[in-house]
């Protein structure tokens, strides 16, 4: 089974370190101490002795020790972590096994090799060494301990109720400028906090939204994103409070701008509106003129920009599948754009620290934390600040660091004939919750086991199970076959996109459509045979089907779909990320009409295909639609106390709705003094 381990797998033990690896039991030994390991998972490591060093493919991990099993990486990713815990390895400083982005993994401990006898001839070198060094007089000296690096020094900024977002430090780090919604929930402001200032004070006095500020170098101008009927960049002297509109900006509170230091430029993370992507753009203040920098990739595309201290490259985190984001960096004149990750891990900001090192936020160890990484040697570092929930940091040119520290909880609630209540409730975030075709069970996305996974519970909530096991992957858009047996969703890991089904009554998982592309919201068609989803092959997005057992897709129309139900006529429902609204595409494929268009481009889990039945959340009064796809009448429902930020609305036969909403959702802003 595994070519030149068979030796390996052979012998009675085999130096690690300082551990003993024994095949025959199944377990590693150091100083007395013996630890387990599953037969499955010792094959893995034996695999990895066998290459000496080499880097190992995931797949011929996957082809040498589950040959006769189709299993997905997640039982080998699930193995690494095992071996990493029994040898007391840490994936972030590792001294046993590495994680080699998108290659797979290598064994580097020199010190590695087979054996059949105990005992060890490293020392007896060693030892004759020193001997040999204390004939002719030379000592021996223990180097000490090089001096750990100072302890950041951390403090809050703020703790205001509601959320600061957006945070931004002038450049000698003493005016710091957020925004917040703390006056009115629904309304974000710009404020300015200055140091010594015992409370922020509110930048304009509009009664739209606000967003995305960014210091002038000097810090006596200010520009941000002002939300009105259109959506405008404004730049406002400090000092005499007066305004220019310098730019328009797409509809997303997503968008963001970042100064330059060193010239009169801003760099704009907008979203598009023909593709609902992101690219970024160079807005020139003295000329007025704007020119993309960035063309449009991937399911989001090119957001949050930063500027490098010499004004000439900026960062940002391209995002090519859901939660699947990387670094990359673009010279500002323009020029090709150069990838310097390769995890493919959320990423939720990024600045500059130093003129050659970024620091960002991502979840690469399943919360999201703040993480350095050198542009000329691209090794990435934990930076010990230990926050969790740490997003958007922001850089000073003197040095400090602001980020905002998130808590956020929602759940999940069954409205029904006697009100509403809370379902299978817990501590962390829970979403996209849908009923099962008899309304007997509740599929739901849940971070309660540690990370994003798929779960189901009864329909009164009771006995939650969890069905996969991925880790640190980003999971959405669970879908029921028509007969129950199985849930389809999509799996975002690596930079890539798949779709995957699950049993719930057996928790067996396989994959549908192989990894490489970005494919997203699966549906099944009303025979249960096939799996409507969208997916970008090549450089467009459109509608694709697949058998439910796997196999080549086929293409259905060249239109991007943000959610997919099939009508009883095999009429296609469909919301649109980049233009909003639910429209229909008949069986004839002809062109697509809308059927509402009152509907967020962002709101693709809050609507549903029920029978004849088409339900919606509306975007502006948050209440529940009904709409009879046959007759056109519509019949409004409950107000459902759901933000923006809430995923997920379903409704079954008995009109019973589950729907997700935050139960806590907060963000305060830290500063950091003394980086590491």
Same mark, same amino acid.
């Given at each position: 089974?595994?070519?030149?381990?068979?030796?390996?797998?052979?012998?009675?033990?085999?130096?690690?370190?300082?551990?003993?690896?024994?095949?025959? /039991?199944?377990?590693?030994?150091?100083?007395?101490?013996?630890?387990?390991?599953? *037969?499955?998972?010792?094959?893995?490591?034996?695999?990895?002795?066998?290459?000496? !060093?080499?880097?190992?493919?995931?797949?011929? /991990?996957?082809?040498?020790?589950?040959?006769?099993?189709?299993?997905?990486?997640?039982? /080998?990713?699930?193995?690494?972590?095992?071996?990493?815990?029994?040898l007391g390895d840490d994936?972030?400083?590792?001294?046993? $096994?590495?994680?080699?982005?998108?290659? #797979?993994?290598?064994?580097?401990?020199?010190?590695?090799?087979?054996?059949?006898?105990?005992?060890?001839?490293?020392?007896?070198?060693?030892?004759?060494?020193?001997?040999?060094?204390?004939?002719?007089?030379?000592?021996?000296?223990?180097?000490?301990?090089?001096?750990?690096?100072?302890?950041?020094?951390?403090?809050?900024?703020?703790?205001?109720?509601?959320?600061?977002?957006?945070?931004?430090?002038? #450049?000698?780090?003493?005016?710091?400028?957020?925004?917040?919604?703390?006056q009115q929930p629904d309304l974000w402001?710009?404020?300015?906090?200055?140091? !010594?200032?015992?409370?922020?004070?509110?930048?304009?006095?509009?009664?739209?939204? =606000?967003?995305? *500020?960014?210091?002038?170098?000097?810090?006596?101008?200010?520009?941000?994103?002002?939300?009105?009927?259109?959506?405008?960049?404004?730049?406002?002297?400090?000092?005499? =409070?007066?305004?220019?509109?310098?730019?328009?900006?797409?509809?997303?509170?997503?968008?963001?701008?970042?100064?330059?230091?060193?010239?009169? $430029?801003?760099?704009?993370?907008?979203?598009?509106?023909?593709?609902?992507?992101?690219?970024?753009?160079?807005?020139?203040?003295?000329?007025?003129?704007?020119?993309?920098l960035t063309s449009v990739r991937g399911i989001l595309g090119d957001r949050f920009p930063a500027i490098s201290p010499d004004g000439s490259t900026v960062a940002f985190a391209r995002t090519t599948a859901m939660g699947a984001s990387d670094l990359w960096l673009v010279p500002l004149e323009g020029g090709p754009a150069r990838q310097v990750t390769f995890e493919g891990k959320w990423i939720q900001g990024v600045t500059w620290i130093e003129k050659d090192r970024?620091?960002?936020?991502?979840?690469?160890?399943?919360?999201?934390?703040?993480?350095?990484?050198?542009?000329?040697? *691209? $090794?990435?570092?934990?930076?010990?600040?230990?926050?969790?929930?740490?997003?958007?940091?922001?850089?000073?040119?003197?040095?400090?660091?602001?980020? =905002?520290?998130?808590?956020?909880?929602?759940?999940?609630?069954?409205?029904?004939?006697?009100?509403?209540?809370?379902?299978?409730?817990?501590?962390?975030?829970?979403?996209?919750?849908?009923?099962?075709?008899? !309304?007997?069970?509740?599929?739901f996305l849940s971070a309660r086991s540690g990370s994003p996974e798929l779960w189901i519970a009864d329909r009164d909530g009771k006995n939650p199970s969890q069905l996969t096991r991925f880790r640190n992957a980003t999971l959405r858009s669970p879908r029921w076959s028509p007969d129950g047996s199985s849930i389809a969703f999509a799996v975002s890991q690596e930079n890539s996109s798949s779709l995957w089904r699950v049993s719930p009554e057996t928790a067996q998982v396989s994959r549908i459509t192989a990894g490489g592309a970005t494919d997203v919201s699966p549906a099944w068609s009303r025979d249960g045979q096939r799996i409507y989803f969208t997916s970008k092959r090549g450089d467009s997005w459109a509608i694709w089907s697949v058998s439910s057992s796997g196999g080549a897709p086929a293409r259905v129309a060249g239109l991007a779909a943000g959610a997919i139900f099939e009508g009883r006529d095999g009429s296609l429902y469909f919301s649109r990320p980049d233009s909003g609204g639910i429209w229909r595409l008949t069986p004839e494929r002809d062109a697509?009409?809308?059927?509402?268009?009152?509907?967020?481009?962002?709101?693709?889990?809050?609507?549903?295909?029920?029978?004849?039945?088409?339900?919606?959340?509306?975007?502006?009064?948050?209440?529940l639609v009904m709409l009879d796809v046959g007759t056109g009448r519509e019949r409004r429902g409950p107000i459902l106390p759901m933000s923006d930020d809430d995923i997920g609305i379903s409704v079954n036969l008995r009109g019973e709705v589950l729907y997700a909403a935050a139960n806590r959702a907060e963000s305060d802003l830290v500063v950091v003094r003394t980086f590491p």
């Open positions: 089974m595994f070519g030149s381990s068979q030796s390996i797998d052979a012998v009675d033990s085999i130096v690690l370190g300082e551990w003993l690896v024994l095949p025959q /039991l199944d377990a590693v030994e150091r100083k007395g101490v013996r630890r387990k390991l599953e *037969p499955r998972v010792m094959r893995v490591l034996l695999f990895l002795l066998s290459k000496k !060093g080499e880097v190992v493919a995931r797949q011929a /991990l996957l082809d040498a020790v589950w040959p006769d099993l189709a299993v997905g990486e997640e039982a /080998l990713t699930q193995a690494i972590s095992a071996i990493r815990k029994a994936a972030r400083y590792p001294r046993f $096994v590495r994680t080699i982005p998108k290659r #797979g993994y290598q064994l580097i401990d020199p010190a590695a090799e087979p054996r059949r006898r105990r005992g060890s001839y490293r020392w007896v070198a060693v030892l004759i060494a020193a001997l040999m060094a204390a004939s002719v007089g030379i000592a021996f000296v223990i180097p000490r301990q090089t001096a750990e690096p100072p302890r950041p020094e951390i403090f809050p900024s703020t703790s205001y109720p509601g959320r600061e977002t957006d945070p931004v430090l002038s #450049g000698d780090g003493r005016t710091l400028a957020f925004a917040w919604n703390g402001s710009i404020y300015i906090q200055r140091a !010594g200032s015992a409370s922020p004070s509110r930048l304009t006095t509009a009664t739209v939204a =606000e967003s995305s *500020p960014a210091f002038s170098p000097e810090a006596d101008r200010i520009a941000f994103i002002r939300h009105g009927v259109t959506w405008e960049v404004v730049v406002r002297q400090l000092d005499t =409070e007066l305004e220019a509109v310098v730019g328009s900006c797409g509809t997303s509170a997503s968008s963001r701008l970042a100064w330059s230091s060193q010239a009169d $430029v801003l760099v704009l993370s907008d979203v598009q509106k023909h593709t609902g992507e992101y690219e970024l753009s160079v807005l020139d203040l003295t000329s007025g003129r704007r020119r993309p970024l620091l960002f936020s991502s979840n690469r160890s399943g919360e999201f934390e703040l993480w350095s990484l050198a542009v000329k040697n *691209p $090794v990435i570092r934990w930076t010990k600040i230990g926050a969790r929930g740490a997003v958007r940091p922001f850089a000073s040119r003197q040095g400090s660091i602001v980020f =905002e520290q998130q808590t956020f909880d929602s759940d999940l609630f069954l409205l029904g004939d006697s009100g509403t209540r809370p379902f299978a409730r817990s501590t962390q975030w829970e979403d996209e919750p849908r009923w099962s075709p008899d !309304g007997r069970r509740v599929a697509a009409v809308p059927v509402v268009e009152r509907f967020s481009q962002d709101g693709h889990a809050n609507w549903e295909l029920v029978g004849d039945s088409l339900w919606y959340l509306d975007p502006e009064a948050k209440s």
